[in-house]
C-alpha cells in the first residue's frame, strides 16, 4: 500500500515492541517474528522501545502515524489504526527495518473480500486463515456467501432441514455426500457441510480482533434450491427443486421462493431473525441477483399475486419482495444490501447495493443517495484465470490479471462530492465453482489480492504499477515462508496475434510486470537468454511454432507459452457461410488456432437452427 509521507534516514534491525498486541490477536505472521537485536554502528544501543500514543480527535479514522527511529517505535493511533501499524512494520521486514515517518490512512472505509462456501464447503480453520490475509493486507470486510443453489452452510435453529439436508449435496458421481465437515485447513472442501452457529460466533470473534467486520449473506429469492429442497412447500407450484447436485456455474436458476404464498415470507423473516443476531455488522445481503420470472409466471399462486398487485412483469414481482425484506431488516436496526438487482425496488434510503455489472444502475443510485460497494466483475472477480487459459489449472470464461485489477477505480467519473460519498469502498468477489481445495482458493486470491488492498488504500493519483508488482515480488517471499499458496500468472507472456490482409499474422506479446525482458523462439525450440528479444510486434510470413517466456536478471520466470500459428494457401482466403450473417467466419481461415477457452476471440460459434 501506499505510505504518504515516509522519510528513510537509516536502517535498523527490527527488534522486540515494548508494547505488542495480544497473542491471540497477532494476524497470521507472513514475515519472520521479531526477534531481540541491538543496532550497531554506535548510534544506539539497547532494545528498541515500541510505544502507542493516542491520536488526535481529528485524526482519520483507521489511520496512524508511524515513526522509527534510533531509539524506539512510536505508533500514534487507536484502535484499528495500531492494528494497521503493526501491519505495515512487518511489510517493511524482515530483517532491517528503515527508520521512517509514516502519515498513513486509507481512501475507502470499505475494504472488502468475498468468499463462497456454497459451491464448496470450508473448514473454519481455512476460513480464519483467509481472515488471517485480509487483514495482513489491512482490509477490513469479510463477505461471506454462506447460502446458494448448492449448499446452506448457516445452521437455522428453527429450520434444521436447511442442513441436514440442504447442506449436502450429491458428489461428482451422483452419489449424495456423507463425509464430515473437515476440520483441517489443508484437506480438500467437501461438497457438504455447515458452521454451527457456535462456530459462527467463533469466526466472527476472530474477525473483530482483526478488525474486520463480516457481513453475511442469504441469497433470495432465487439462488436458493439448498433451501428449497429442505423446505419444498416453500417452492413455487409444481417446480419442487431437485435433489442437490454437484457445481457448476451458474448453477441452477430455474427455482425460486414461491412469493404467492404468504408463509414463504415468515419462513424468510425468520432464518434472516436468526442469522442478524449472529453478526454484529450493520449489513445484511440478501443477495437478488439473477432471478429468472419463468418459475414465477408459471405458478398458479404467484400469478394470482401479481395480479392482485397490478404486476405485469417478473421484475416488477421481485422489487415487491425485495421492498418488503428491506423494511423487514430496517425495522430490526439493520441495513438491506444486495447485488445492483435490488436498485429496482422501492428500497429504504438506509439499503446499499453492490454493483456488479450494471454501471447505470450504480450511477443512478448514488445520484438518488444510495451507498454502493462497487465490485464490477471485470475487474474484481477472482474466480477468473490469471493469465493464458493454457497456463492455468482451472479456468472459467473471462480472463482477469493483476494489471487490470490494480487499474480498477472504484469511484464512477463525473459524481458531485456529495455523490461520492456514497461510493463506500469496493469489493472482490471469489466464487468457488471451480476451486473445492484451501490452496487453490488461496492461488487464486494471491497476488490479485495485493492489487486490490492497495486500490482501496492508496490515493489514486500515487498509484505506481512497476513500484507495485517489485512489492509483490518481495511479498511472494513472505507468502512462500508462510505455507500460503500464489500465483506467479503475471510472468507469463499473453501471446496475442491477429490476420493482417496481405501481409500475414501479426504477433503481440505482453506480461502482467511490464518491466522485464520477453524472449521468443520460432522453431518450437525452448526459449533462453540468447533468444530473440521482443521489442515490438512483429509479422509471420511462414508458419511458425513461436514459443515465449519472461526472463527477469537472465533467469526464466514464469511458464513457457506457445502458439502454433499457420500461413497456407487458404490463410486469409474468401469464405462464405449459411447463414451469411455469421460472425467472426473470417477467423477459420486466419492461421490462428483456438485455445482451450472458447470465450477467447479465436473461435467461430455457430446456431444450428434445426435445435430448439
Not at 493454457?390 to 455523490?419: C, K, M, Q, S, W
Not at 505482453?510 to 509479422?539: C, K, W
Request: hydrophobic share 40%; glycine share 8%; proline share 8%.
Amino acid at each position: 500500500m501506499y505510505i504518504r509521507v515516509a522519510l528513510v534516514l537509516l536502517v535498523l534491525p527490527l527488534a522486540v515492541w515494548g508494547q505488542p498486541l495480544p497473542a491471540d490477536v497477532q494476524p497470521l505472521s507472513i514475515v519472520p517474528e521479531p526477534v531481540s537485536v541491538q543496532a550497531t554502528g554506535g548510534m544506539y544501543s539497547g532494545k528498541l522501545v515500541y510505544t502507542v500514543k493516542a491520536p488526535a480527535a481529528t485524526d482519520p479514522p483507521e489511520g496512524y502515524v508511524l515513526d522509527v527511529t534510533p531509539k524506539g517505535i512510536i505508533v500514534t493511533a487507536s484502535g484499528a489504526g495500531v492494528f494497521y501499524a503493526e501491519q505495515t512494520l512487518k511489510q517493511l521486514g524482515p530483517g532491517a527495518i528503515p527508520c521512517v515517518h509514516i502519515v498513513d490512512y486509507p481512501r475507502y472505509g470499505f475494504r472488502g473480500m468475498h468468499l463462497d462456501v456454497s459451491r464448496h464447503f470450508f473448514s473454519v480453520a481455512f476460513i480464519k486463515k483467509y481472515l488471517d490475509i485480509l487483514a495482513a493486507y489491512k482490509l477490513n470486510t469479510f463477505h461471506w456467501h454462506l447460502t446458494d443453489s448448492h449448499g446452506w452452510r448457516i445452521e437455522i435453529k428453527k429450520y434444521p432441514r436447511l442442513t441436514s439436508i440442504g447442506a449436502w449435496r450429491a458428489d461428482r458421481t451422483g452419489i449424495p455426500t456423507t463425509i464430515a465437515k473437515p476440520t483441517a485447513i489443508g484437506e480438500p472442501a467437501t461438497y457438504g457441510g455447515f458452521y454451527t452457529q457456535e462456530q459462527i460466533r467463533e469466526v466472527v470473534a476472530y474477525a473483530a480482533k482483526r478488525f474486520i467486520t463480516i457481513i453475511p449473506e442469504i441469497e433470495i429469492p432465487g439462488h436458493c434450491d439448498a433451501a428449497l429442497v429442505a423446505y419444498p412447500e416453500f417452492s413455487d407450484l409444481d417446480n419442487p427443486a431437485p435433489l442437490l447436485r454437484p457445481c457448476g456455474y451458474p448453477g441452477d436458476l430455474t427455482h425460486n421462493l414461491c412469493l404467492g404464498y404468504e408463509p414463504s415470507f415468515a419462513f424468510v423473516e425468520d432464518i434472516l431473525s436468526e442469522v442478524m443476531v449472529l453478526f454484529p455488522g450493520v449489513f445484511m445481503h440478501i443477495g437478488g441477483d439473477e432471478v429468472r420470472g419463468g418459475p414465477w409466471l408459471g405458478c398458479p399462486r404467484c400469478r394470482q399475486r401479481m395480479q392482485e398487485h397490478g404486476f405485469t412483469t417478473a421484475r416488477q414481482y421481485q422489487n415487491w419482495f425485495t421492498h418488503r425484506i428491506d423494511s423487514f431488516i430496517n425495522a430490526h436496526g439493520k441495513r438491506m444490501i444486495g447485488w445492483d438487482e435490488v436498485l429496482g425496488a422501492e428500497i429504504t434510503p438506509s439499503a446499499a447495493a453492490m454493483l456488479w455489472h450494471d454501471p447505470a444502475a450504480a450511477l443512478q443510485a448514488l445520484k438518488k443517495g444510495h451507498d454502493m460497494v462497487m465490485a464490477p466483475y471485470h475487474y474484481t472477480y477472482f474466480d477468473f484465470y490469471q493469465s493464458d487459459p493454457r497456463l492455468e489449472p482451472d479456468i472459467t470464461y473471462a480472463g482477469l490479471g493483476l494489471d487490470t485489477v490494480y487499474a480498477f477505480e472504484p469511484t464512477p467519473a463525473g459524481l458531485t462530492p456529495e455523490e461520492n460519498k456514497h461510493v463506500l469502498g469496493g469489493e472482490a468477489c471469489l466464487w468457488t465453482e471451480n476451486f473445492a481445495t484451501p490452496a487453490r482458493v488461496e492461488y487464486m486470491l494471491l497476488p490479485r489480492l495485493l492489487a486490490l488492498a492497495e486500490v482501496l488504500w492508496s490515493p489514486p493519483g500515487k498509484k505506481d504499477y512497476p513500484r507495485f508488482v517489485r512489492k509483490t515480488e518481495a511479498q511472494f517471499k513472505r507468502l512462500a515462508a508462510a505455507g500460503i499458496s500464489y500465483a506467479t500468472s503475471l510472468y507469463n507472456v499473453a501471446i496475442q496475434p491477429s490476420y493482417v490482409p496481405d501481409r500475414g499474422i501479426r504477433v503481440s506479446l505482453a506480461d502482467q510486470t511490464h518491466l522485464y525482458p520477453i524472449r521468443y523462439t520460432l522453431d518450437g525450440s525452448q526459449p533462453s537468454v540468447n533468444s530473440l528479444l521482443y521489442t515490438e510486434p512483429f509479422m509471420l510470413t511462414k508458419t511458425a511454432a513461436l514459443r515465449t517466456a519472461v526472463f527477469k536478471n537472465n533467469r526464466l520466470v514464469g511458464k513457457v507459452n506457445g502458439d502454433r500459428l499457420t500461413i497456407h494457401l487458404a490463410t486469409g482466403a474468401g469464405i462464405r457461410l449459411s447463414p451469411d450473417s455469421t460472425v467472426g467466419a473470417a477467423r477459420l481461415v486466419d492461421g490462428i488456432h483456438g485455445t482451450i477457452e472458447p470465450y477467447d476471440g479465436r473461435w467461430v460459434i455457430f446456431h444450428d437452427s434445426m435445435v430448439d
